[in-house]
Structures are given as structure tokens and as C-alpha cells.
């Protein structure tokens, strides 16, 4: 158990040499990962309990069961591909002040480490907090942006209103139960409006770390403006505390949970699919793009976490074992592929020096290795056979469909709609991918930062070749993953996962398994004999040569990037297909002084408006108005007005005290 | 067995209420309606047949009659008349009319299950699904801007009416039916005269520019 | 070992067949528009002439151009190997279901769509563009429809859908499967490209989505994409034929059943081939931004579908 803090705390110790301390973290990352999993394995749990301070309710208690073994593990896994991508990229990118990112860093790592394994309510929160200003500090880290500095400010609000209502949640817990120790709220039974004010606080608290629909606004300005690899621990990890959280709650403490809990949670993930991804198509900065996605895929965990939540409540334990296996394996997912992208655009990032997808293309022969991991990436999250992605798609789409089995009207009415917009979700994935790869990396450079680019230094390729690696093993070979989940789904549920979905080899299934199953290495194994015949077909009866030539421009001799297709035009009929949702502006207007008739150079701009933003934007401003005038009337400058606060103020003190005196 | 074939048919002429919703050209829309009637008038035939009615028998004819040929050729020949630009103008565009109507869709199934329906039902699908008609009928009356394509959503309204009339409760008497028909037909060469005089007055026909004429 | 021989025999008749069934398309439209036209085997030929001309390939290209075609080409033909013709043992049903199907079918489109901007030429993007428009356009109608008969028949697997079809499922929920097979021809028009929505014969930039994307290619790659195509439209029209009209699937115990079930499908799907290209004779080929309104279409109706099954 020591050994575990150790190695949480180790390379903070070594901050004053930032290359060391990255190899550190990639070590200590590594052993995490295999000691995590060896334990999950063989359902060893530990807890420690390991300050008492003499200070009322404040200890500092342990304990890794096998939820938070999990997610140490998911944590350890991102942070050993992204430790090691860092030992480059920043001296590549030259941040000043090393040491100080270095230490900033591996506390942030430290501090995601110690959320998953609090089990006390009030150290949970300090972890909390630590993590939450380590990361603001990371995001605002190239301060001299404005802005990075508005995206770092909204974020520290927005992650601030959420801790209070998480508090909120644990007041309530606190009073009906009297302890700040998980280890007391375990199937607390709370009376129902308890329970609800619970689960709503929950929701808020949680869903605004995650990036959960109502609540996304930080995400797209904050996580871009990050430095890549913190982009990819923030987007990648520290987003799935808050679903760690969620789950602890959901399943954990809370228990005989009404139906229509889950059928809340699916709806607003079914809504943070629909619109990140939407968004995500509208965009043309490659790392905002990410961002959007990261909400869809809260979106899409959301979804098999409230279909996990609406058969528990349902009591069907199998079935929400099945559920909650979905919602897991694709926060596993998730964190792998999306880190991945996020590493990719900051690959990309550093050697064209902008971030704007319209100036890239034919990267891929520039940096093939680079382009490579990212397209692995790129299918895997556009969920396409046979990686990792799919696979826990497939599972949220078993899991929707066996939603039919409750016996509610409007889930039955309901789910297949849901379905329906996580198939259009998927879709929309897959056309943004598309876009990604076709504009960045195909075609020839738009611009000299793109043609003066270069493949990355070796530890980059060493990190993102790791995780695309974990993409297709976790595609191809499910049951990896299902077996660190089982353990979870018996201590959640009491239901051994494995045992009903990985019962045949190389092949998963539904609880039931005639219902459906699959095999990705089956599939995998199937396009690769195709693909063999088909050469061999080709090598025996067709014509093998292949002769190069200029691309074919209509005639037109002097074929420039320009020609191209642009990110903005390929989402340009979805945008006016879409129009009712996006309220684009699109403007033509000439940058030269020529008349209409002179063929002036004219430059199109679209921009598409997040709706959510202008509903917080106006909220914000009555706020502000009339907190200002508040302020303005109680501080109003006179110092004799003070001082009858203060005379106020020890009086009312007198009053409370002399009254605790009587009673 | 007899209840699948009367909710085949239902769900025939809701499809064509929504193909209604899609259509851009007063031609395709018109043709649409008669056809819907023409589902209408076989729905009520066979229900007629079934309960061996001879009410049925003869508001099914009059169906057949009226709204398959006669009113679909009156709109006809008033489109011919006024030379009516074939796009439909819509306060709401056909994409997110769709989306509106998967809602009421939706929305009116959700109901008719909380709806218990007593006496004798020959179809329990019906009703939901006319329910749907009615709405879309008038969907398309509040959603269209032309007086033409509104006098259409207040047929597609009445054939709904009368999909529930006959199939959920063996008809009304034969009396109503006859005075609904009647209604109809007054109401819909009223409305193609007053369209023409729209038309012939103002050159335009817009329902919008009706409002101009406010005091 | 008979079971993997009939299985076998299943996914080469799909393969065998599909481009006899774009042929009889082609054909079918000349004739009635009064020319003579192509020989209903002219696809074969094509794939083989372009078989064995060289490729030529831009110097912007990039070895997606070399790998994408395979790509295209094999995710169809493993589908194929999927799909029943006369008995519920397939090739590939151990490997996965409809819905990864559906999924499967997305990769090809994925790597096309990479394909058209390999080139570096503004058509590809165009088409890519297009393209991906359309077929994430028609995925919820398809997941909808695919939901409603995976509840009726209780499973998602392939062949116990097909099962339960040629048992009495669609005599048990009529309505409900009507609709749904509506709304799986329109899935199907947009996803082999056919014309309301796509026009697989022109070549004009306004009107071309499938073709926009392929126009750079040339020799094998340009067949393996043919084969691409020819195959996914066989497999559309094969599902909907065979949940259509649940005819034709005989025992397999003589020689003799199986040709007549093999026979009876093949009847089927020419039908089908001919019903599709005097649909598209009849019909216009839809404004780019209206086939949002068609594939809502589809979708609305899918939706009907599902509530009136759970009714």
C-alpha cells in the first residue's frame, strides 16, 4: 500500500530536473499499471486509513477497491503514454519554466491519482480541489494568450460551481448518515426527496467536470488552449473522475433508485452525444474539434450508464452489469483514443505552428508515423470495426436494445429514438474523421507550415504508437478489458460480468447469448483473408503497375493547394441542412478593392454560434448587473456605514452566543 | 387478422399525411389527398363489409365519390386557373416539419396507451394513428403559408376524423356523415372561390398578405 | 463440413450475382427508355478490362490510395458473407451482427471518403463531403428499422432475424413490418447510391456524389471500387428481399431443393433489380438539400414502425 503512495508522489520529488522527472512518471506509471492490475485480478483490496489529524471529520483514509483500482489503472495508462510523449515535446516546444511545468504536471498526475482512491468525503474534496487548480495552472500555463486566460478563467468558475453542489451532495449524505466515510454510505437508505436532491446535486456537480450537455461550456475554450499533453490528461482522465464519481453514487450509495434517474442520465447523454459531435463538425481548430468530441463520448458512457442505472432500478442486476460494462470499457476507451488525437493535433501543433485544420494537408507523407497512430485513432473513435472504440458501441447498443425488457411506456417509446441518435452520433463521428484526416493529412500542403514539416522526435511516436497500440488490442481482444471489469460489476451489483458475456472464446455476446454476439477478431481475421485474396487475385490476373502523374485539375495547369476541398465546405451541407440548429453566419465579402466585375479575391468566413454559450452569456449578465448593484449598495464608500456593520455584526454574535448559552 | 388489415390501411394513410408534409408542389400534393381518400373510403368499405352496415356502404361511396375525384378536380382546376408557382411557401422547412411531426407522433402514441377506450373497438392501432393525422392536418394548416395548401391540411384533418369515426366506433349515423360530406364540399369550393378572389384582388397568394388588410 | 460448404456456396452466389444484378439495371433502363444498350454482363467485362489496365495514381497520393481500395472492396464482400440466401448458416455469423454490420459497412464508406481527398483534386473532396453527408443522414433510419426487427424477432443476430421472418413474424406485426421495409428502401436507395438520391450514370460535378470520389481512380483500383459498390448494392437489395419476400428458403437436404431455393432467389432479386430501375426511371433525381427530406422521410416512417410494433 505504501509502495502505492510512493509511486503516486515519487517523480514529484524530482522536479528540478524535468527530463528526469518525466521518466520517473513513465516508470512509476508502468509499475502502477501492472501492480493495479495484477491486484484487480486476484480481488485483493487494500485500505488504508492513514492520518488522523485532530482537526474534526479531517482524515485521510485509502482505499483501492476495484472500482478505483480501474481507474488507477486508466489513469497510469494515459499517463505512461503521455509522460513519455512529453520527454519530447517539451523541449520541442520550448515552455519556459520546465521544472515548474514538470512539478505542476506531476502533481496533476498525483492529484488525479489520490480522487480515485480517497474513500473520505473530505479528503476527496481536497484532492478534488488540488486537481482542479493543478489543471486551471496547466491550462493558463502559456498565460500571455488571452485566450488561454479566458478559457482558464471559465473553467476555474464553471469547475468551482460544480464543486459546490458536489458538497451540497455530500452535506446531505453527511447528515443522514453522520460520517464523511465512503466506507459508511455504502446502499445508504436516504427517504426519497433526500435521495433526489442527492442524485440532482450529483449530476450538476459531476456532469459540469465531465462535460455533460447543459453544463459543457468550459470544455471547447479550456481544453484547446492547454498545452497538447495536458490536453490529452484533462480530456482523457481528469474528465472521467467525475464519471468515477458518478458511478460511485449511482451504484454505490445510493440504492433502490427510481427508474426515471436513469432515464434522465440517458437522456442528457444521449443530448451531449448529438450536440458535441455537431458542434465538433462545425469546427475547423483541430483541438477545439477534439474537445466537442470529448463531450459526445461523455454523451455516449452516459448512455450505457443510464441504461446500466434504469435496469438496476429495475432489478436486473445481469443486465445492468452489461450496461455498466459498456459505460466502463468506453470511459477505457475513451481515455485511450482520445489522449491518442489529443498527442496527434499537438504532433501537428508543433511542427506547423498552427492550429487551424485549413493551413495543413499531406502531412501524411511528412510525418507518416504520426498520421498512422492518428488514423487508428480517428477509426477508433468513429466506433469502426474492428478497434477499440466499436467494441464498446456495440455494447451500449446491446444494452439500449435489452432496455426493451422493462416493462416502462416510455422507455419503450424512448430508447430506439435514443439508439437512433446514437447511430446518427456515430455517423456524424465518422463524417468529422473524414474531415480530419482528408483536410490535415491528405492532399498536398495549404500552407508553409505544412510543408516545411517534419516527423516528430522519437519519444512522441514511442507514446502515440503505445496507445494506438492499446487501441487495436483492446479491439481486437474485448475480454482484456471485460475481465478488469468484472470484479467492479460483483462489488457494484453482485454479478460477475465475464461470465455471461465473454463465455465463448474470442467472442463476446449479450447476457443472453443468442441475442447477439461478436467476434472483432473474427471480423479482423475475415478482412484480412479478403484483402489477401483480393492481391493475389490481382497479382495473378490484373496488371500490377502503377504509373504517377499530376493531380487532373478540370485542364487547368497550375494545380495549388488551393483547389482543395476545405474543412469548412465539406461541413457546409450539414451546417444548412442543420441550419435551425447551428444559426450560421456565413459572409462573402472582397478583400481587395476591386469592383464585382474585376474579379476582386474574395474570402468566405462561416461561423456557427453555441447556443448553450449565449443562454449562459445572458444569465451571466443579469448576474453580474445585479450583483454589482447589490454590491454597490451595501459598499457604498461610507466609512460610518462600515463601522454600523461591524457594531451589526457583534451584536448579532452577542445574541447567538448568549442564546447557545441558554440552551 | 381483419384488425391488421383496417390498421394496414391506417398506417397507409398517415404515410401519406407525412408524404404530405415533404411535398413542394401543389400538383403532388393534391394528388396525394385523393389517394389518402381513396385508402379512407377502402378503410371504411371493408369495415362496412365486416359489420355488414349500409351506412358504411354508402359514406364509403361518397367517399370514393367526393373526395377522390370531385375535390381533388376542383383544386385542379383552380390551380389551373390561377397559374399557382408550383413551390409551396413554409413558415417551417420540411426537414424540421418532419422532426415536429416525429414528436406528435411520438407524443400521441405515449397518450392513446394512457387512453382507455370502452365499447367495441375494432382496431386499438387506429386511434393513436388518426390522432396523428388530425394533428398533422392541422400542423400543416398552422405550418404552410398558402391558402390552397391550407384548405389541404384541413382535408387531411377531416379524413383523420373520419378514419376514427368509422373504424374506432363503427361509424356515426349516416345522417352526420352525409352533413359532414356536405360541410366539406361547401368548405372546400367556399375556400377555392375565396382563394381566386385572393388571387384575382390582390396578385398574390399569400396568406400573409391577408393580414395587411387590418384595419 | 456441409454447413461450411452451403455457407460457402451462399457468399459466392451473392458475389457472383451482384454485378449481373447492376447489369440487369442498366439494361432494364435502356430498354424502356427505347435504346438498345449495354449487355446485361457488361459489368463483368468492365471489371475485367480495368483489371488489367495500370493505375495511375497522383504524386500527391499517399498509400491511403493504394490500401483504401481494398478496403472498399472487402468490407462488402465480408457482409456478403453475412447475409443468408437459402439457408441460416453463413459464413460470417459467428463474427458479428446486424449492428456490427451496419458498422462494418461504415468503414468502406470511411476509407472512400478517404480515398476522394487522397487525390489532392477538388472533386474528391466534394464527393467525400457529399457522401458522408448522405450516409450519416441515413444511419438513424437504418438503426431504427434494424431496432424494430431485432424486437420482433428477439435477437440482433442475422440469421435468427431471417428465421423469424420466414416463420410468421411478418403475419404477426403487419404493419409495423411494412413500414419498416418502407423505410429500409429508402435506406437502401441512399446507400447504393440509386437515383432520388444519387445518380450512379452521370458525371456532371452538380448532381454526382459516388462517382465524385472515384474519379480519380483508374485500373484495379477503380475495379476494386466497382466491386465495392456492386457488391454493397446486392447486399442491400438481398436483405430486403429476403425479410420482404421470406420465400425461397427451402431445405437443404437435395441437391435439387437447394438449386430451386438458389433459383427462387435469384428470380427475386432480378425482380427487385427491375422494380428499383423502373422506380428510378419514374422518378427525378432530388435536389442536393432535399435528400435530408427524403431520408427524415425514412426515418418518420421507421419511427411508425417501432411505436406500432410496441403498441
Given at each position: ?42 480481488h485483493e483490496y487494500i485500505s488504508i486509513s492513514m492520518f488522523h489529524s485532530s482537526l474534526p471529520y479531517l482524515d485521510f483514509s485509502i482505499k483501492l477497491d476495484s472500482l478505483s483500482l480501474l481507474f488507477v489503472m486508466i489513469i497510469s495508462t494515459i499517463s505512461l503514454g503521455v509522460s513519455t510523449y512529453s520527454l519530447n515535446y517539451v523541449y520541442d516546444e520550448d515552455y519556459h519554466h520546465k521544472r515548474l511545468f514538470a512539478f505542476i504536471y506531476t502533481a496533476f498526475i498525483a492529484s488525479l491519482l489520490f480522487v480515485v482512491t480517497s474513500f473520505n468525503a473530505i479528503s476527496f474534496l481536497i484532492f478534488w480541489e488540488i486537481m482542479s487548480t493543478l489543471s486551471f495552472f496547466l491550462v493558463i500555463y502559456n498565460y500571455e494568450n488571452e485566450e488561454n486566460r479566458q478559457g482558464g478563467f471559465l473553467y476555474i468558475f464553471m469547475t468551482h460551481l460544480g464543486t459546490a453542489f458536489i458538497m451540497v451532495a455530500f452535506i446531505l449524505m453527511y447528515l443522514k448518515t453522520g460520517s464523511f466515510s465512503f466506507e459508511n454510505w455504502v446502499h445508504v437508505g436516504l427517504d426519497d426527496s433526500t435521495k433526489f436532491w442527492v442524485f440532482l446535486c450529483v449530476l450538476i456537480g459531476f456532469g459540469t467536470k465531465a462535460g455533460m450537455f447543459p453544463l459543457h461550456v468550459w470544455l471547447p475554450k479550456a481544453h484547446p488552449v492547454a498545452p497538447s499533453n495536458v490536453s490529452a490528461l484533462m480530456s482523457g482522465v481528469m474528465i472521467k473522475t467525475a464519471i468515477y464519481m458518478m458511478i460511485r453514487f449511482y451504484f454505490y450509495f445510493l440504492s433502490d433508485i427510481p427508474w426515471w434517474y436513469g432515464f434522465i442520465v440517458l437522456l442528457l447523454g444521449s443530448l451531449s452525444a448529438l450536440f458535441g459531435v455537431m458542434y465538433a463538425l462545425a469546427q475547423h481548430d483541430l483541438k477545439r474539434l477534439l474537445a466537442y468530441h470529448s463531450i459526445e463520448n461523455i454523451g455516449i458512457i452516459l448512455m450505457g450508464l443510464g441504461s446500466a442505472m434504469l435496469f438496476n432500478s429495475n432489478h ?348 | ?215 | ?311
Amino acid at each position: 500500500m505504501l509502495i502505492y503512495i510512493f509511486l503516486m508522489v515519487l517523480p514529484m520529488l524530482f522536479f528540478l530536473k524535468p527530463k528526469a522527472t518525466f521518466i520517473v512518471q513513465t516508470f512509476s506509471s508502468l509499475v502502477l499499471l501492472f501492480f493495479s492490475a495484477v491486484l484487480l485480478l486476484k480481488h485483493e483490496y487494500i485500505s488504508i486509513s492513514m492520518f488522523h489529524s485532530s482537526l474534526p471529520y479531517l482524515d485521510f483514509s485509502i482505499k483501492l477497491d476495484s472500482l478505483s483500482l480501474l481507474f488507477v489503472m486508466i489513469i497510469s495508462t494515459i499517463s505512461l503514454g503521455v509522460s513519455t510523449y512529453s520527454l519530447n515535446y517539451v523541449y520541442d516546444e520550448d515552455y519556459h519554466h520546465k521544472r515548474l511545468f514538470a512539478f505542476i504536471y506531476t502533481a496533476f498526475i498525483a492529484s488525479l491519482l489520490f480522487v480515485v482512491t480517497s474513500f473520505n468525503a473530505i479528503s476527496f474534496l481536497i484532492f478534488w480541489e488540488i486537481m482542479s487548480t493543478l489543471s486551471f495552472f496547466l491550462v493558463i500555463y502559456n498565460y500571455e494568450n488571452e485566450e488561454n486566460r479566458q478559457g482558464g478563467f471559465l473553467y476555474i468558475f464553471m469547475t468551482h460551481l460544480g464543486t459546490a453542489f458536489i458538497m451540497v451532495a455530500f452535506i446531505l449524505m453527511y447528515l443522514k448518515t453522520g460520517s464523511f466515510s465512503f466506507e459508511n454510505w455504502v446502499h445508504v437508505g436516504l427517504d426519497d426527496s433526500t435521495k433526489f436532491w442527492v442524485f440532482l446535486c450529483v449530476l450538476i456537480g459531476f456532469g459540469t467536470k465531465a462535460g455533460m450537455f447543459p453544463l459543457h461550456v468550459w470544455l471547447p475554450k479550456a481544453h484547446p488552449v492547454a498545452p497538447s499533453n495536458v490536453s490529452a490528461l484533462m480530456s482523457g482522465v481528469m474528465i472521467k473522475t467525475a464519471i468515477y464519481m458518478m458511478i460511485r453514487f449511482y451504484f454505490y450509495f445510493l440504492s433502490d433508485i427510481p427508474w426515471w434517474y436513469g432515464f434522465i442520465v440517458l437522456l442528457l447523454g444521449s443530448l451531449s452525444a448529438l450536440f458535441g459531435v455537431m458542434y465538433a463538425l462545425a469546427q475547423h481548430d483541430l483541438k477545439r474539434l477534439l474537445a466537442y468530441h470529448s463531450i459526445e463520448n461523455i454523451g455516449i458512457i452516459l448512455m450505457g450508464l443510464g441504461s446500466a442505472m434504469l435496469f438496476n432500478s429495475n432489478h436486473m442486476p445481469l443486465l445492468a452489469s452489461f450496461g455498466l460494462l459498456a459505460a466502463i470499457f468506453h470511459t477505457y476507451n475513451h481515455a485511450i483514443f482520445k489522449s491518442l488525437l489529443f498527442l496527434g493535433s499537438g504532433a501537428t501543433f508543433l511542427k506547423t505552428h498552427t492550429k487551424d485544420m485549413e493551413k495543413y494537408g499531406g502531412l501524411i507523407k511528412l510525418m507518416p508515423y504520426t498520421a498512422l497512430f492518428f488514423i487508428i485513432g480517428s477509426i477508433s473513435i468513429s466506433a469502426l470495426p474492428p478497434f477499440n472504440g466499436f467494441v464498446s458501441e456495440w455494447l451500449t447498443y446491446q444494452s439500449l436494445l435489452l432496455n426493451n425488457k422493462i416493462d416502462i411506456n416510455i422507455i419503450h417509446i424512448f430508447v430506439p429514438l435514443f439508439a437512433s441518435m446514437l447511430a446518427l452520433t456515430g455517423a456524424f463521428a465518422a463524417a468529422c474523421f473524414v474531415k480530419v484526416i482528408g483536410i490535415s493529412f491528405l492532399g498536398s500542403p495549404r500552407s508553409d507550415g505544412a510543408k516545411n514539416a517534419n516527423e516528430v522526435g522519437k519519444f512522441m511516436v514511442w507514446g502515440m504508437g503505445f496507445l494506438a497500440a492499446l487501441c487495436v488490442v483492446f479491439g481486437l481482444f474485448p475480454h482484456i478489458v471485460i475481465a478488469l471489469v468484472a470484479p467492479i460489476t460483483s462489488l457494484l451489483l453482485g454479478v460477475d460480468v465475464s461470465s455471461s458475456t465473454s463465455s465463448h472464446l474470442f467472442m463476446i455476446s449479450t447476457p443472453n447469448f443468442s441475442f447477439g454476439h461478436l467476434s472483432t477478431l473474427g471480423l479482423s481475421m475475415g478482412f484480412a483473408v479478403g484483402i489477401f485474396m483480393l492481391y493475389i487475385l490481382i497479382k495473378k490476373f490484373g496488371n500490377t503497375k502503377t504509373r504517377m502523374c499530376s493531380t487532373w485539375g478540370c485542364g487547368q495547369l497550375n494545380n495549388d493547394a488551393s483547389n482543395q476541398y476545405t474543412a469548412s465546405g465539406f461541413s457546409q451541407p450539414i451546417r444548412k441542412i442543420f441550419a435551425f440548429f447551428y444559426h450560421p453566419k456565413e459572409k462573402i465579402y472582397p478583400t481587395s478593392r476591386k469592383k464585382k466585375y474585376f474579379f476582386p479575391i474574395l474570402e468566405y468566413k462561416a461561423h456557427s454560434h453555441d447556443g448553450v454559450e449565449s443562454v449562459y452569456n445572458l444569465v451571466l449578465k443579469v448576474f453580474v448587473k445585479s450583483s454589482a448593484y447589490l454590491i454597490n449598495l451595501i459598499e457604498n464608500g461610507s466609512i460610518h456605514i462600515y463601522l454600523l456593520y461591524i457594531l451589526i455584526a457583534s451584536i448579532a454574535f452577542l445574541v447567538y452566543a448568549v442564546k447557545g448559552g441558554i440552551n | 387478422m381483419f384488425s391488421d388489415f383496417i390498421e394496414l390501411i391506417g398506417a397507409f394513410v398517415l404515410v401519406l399525411a407525412i408524404l404530405q408534409i415533404t411535398s413542394d408542389r401543389l400538383y403532388f400534393s393534391i394528388k396525394v389527398y385523393a389517394i389518402q381518400s381513396f385508402f379512407v373510403s377502402i378503410s371504411i368499405l371493408s369495415i362496412g363489409i365486416y359489420s355488414s352496415s349500409f351506412d358504411l356502404y354508402v359514406s364509403s361511396f361518397l367517399t370514393l365519390v367526393i373526395k377522390t375525384f370531385i375535390i381533388p378536380y376542383a383544386l385542379f382546376k383552380t390551380i389551373d386557373e390561377m397559374k399557382i408557382k408550383r413551390e409551396i411557401k413554409a413558415f417551417v422547412n420540411i426537414t424540421n416539419s418532419l422532426l415536429v411531426i416525429s414528436a406528435i407522433i411520438i407524443f400521441t402514441f405515449l397518450l392513446t396507451r394512457y387512453i382507455n377506450i370502452g365499447g367495441s373497438v375494432i382496431a386499438k392501432e387506429i386511434f393513436p394513428i388518426s390522432l396523428s393525422i388530425i394533428f398533422i392536418g392541422a400542423f400543416i394548416m398552422v405550418s404552410r403559408q398558402k391558402p390552397i395548401t391550407q384548405l389541404i391540411g384541413f382535408l387531411t384533418l377531416e379524413n383523420g376524423i373520419m378514419l376514427v369515426a368509422t373504424s374506432v366506433t363503427y361509424g356515426m349515423p349516416l345522417i352526420v356523415e352525409i352533413g359532414i360530406f356536405f360541410d366539406v364540399i361547401v368548405g372546400a369550393t367556399m375556400a377555392s372561390l375565396i382563394i381566386h378572389h385572393i388571387n384575382h384582388d390582390i396578385d398574390d397568394m399569400d396568406a400573409t398578405s391577408l393580414s395587411d388588410f387590418k384595419e | 463440413m456441409q454447413t461450411f460448404l452451403m455457407a460457402l456456396l451462399q457468399f459466392f452466389i451473392i458475389l457472383i450475382i451482384s454485378p449481373f444484378i447492376v447489369g440487369l439495371m442498366q439494361k432494364t433502363k435502356s430498354l424502356v427508355r427505347g435504346s438498345v444498350g449495354p449487355c446485361v454482363f457488361q459489368p463483368y467485362f468492365n471489371i475485367l478490362k480495368l483489371m488489367q489496365k495500370e493505375v495511375v495514381l497522383s504524386n500527391q497520393s499517399s498509400y491511403i490510395s493504394i490500401i483504401a481500395p481494398y478496403i472498399v472492396a472487402v468490407v462488402p464482400i465480408t457482409v456478403a458473407g453475412f447475409l443468408p440466401v437459402f439457408d441460416s448458416n453463413t459464413l460470417m455469423s459467428f463474427s458479428g451482427d446486424i449492428i456490427a454490420m451496419v458498422y462494418i459497412l461504415a468503414l468502406g464508406t470511411f476509407f472512400l471518403a478517404l480515398f476522394g481527398f487522397d487525390q489532392g483534386s477538388s472533386f474528391g473532396g466534394l464527393g467525400s463531403s457529399r457522401e458522408m453527408t448522405v450516409a450519416s443522414l441515413a444511419e438513424p433510419a437504418f438503426i431504427m428499422v434494424i431496432f424494430t426487427f431485432a424486437l420482433q424477432s428477439n435477437s440482433t443476430n442475422i440469421s435468427h432475424i431471417f428465421d423469424s421472418m420466414r416463420g410468421d413474424i411478418f403475419f404477426n406485426y403487419p404493419v409495423s413490418s411494412t413500414l419498416a421495409l418502407m423505410a429500409l428502401y429508402f435506406v437502401t436507395l441512399a446507400e447504393a447510391g440509386r437515383i432520388p438520391i444519387d445518380n450512379p450514370e452521370t458525371h456532371l460535378e452538380l448532381t454526382m456524389i459516388h462517382e465524385a470520389m472515384i474519379l480519380d481512380a483508374s485500373g484495379r483500383n477503380l475495379a476494386l471500387l466497382e466491386i465495392g459498390s456492386f457488391v454493397k448494392t446486392t447486399i442491400f437489395l438481398t436483405l430486403f428481399s429476403n425479410i420482404f419476400m421470406p420465400l425461397g428458403f427451402y431445405d437443404t437436404n437435395t441437391i435439387w431443393t437447394i438449386g430451386f431455393s438458389i433459383f427462387i432467389y435469384f428470380i427475386k432479386m432480378s425482380t427487385l433489380g427491375v422494380i428499383i430501375a423502373i422506380g428510378e426511371l419514374t422518378l427525378a433525381k432530388l435536389r442536393y438539400f432535399r435528400i435530408s427530406d427524403a431520408m427524415m422521410f425514412g426515418f418518420v416512417l421507421a419511427l411508425i414502425s417501432m411505436v406500432t410494433y410496441r403498441l
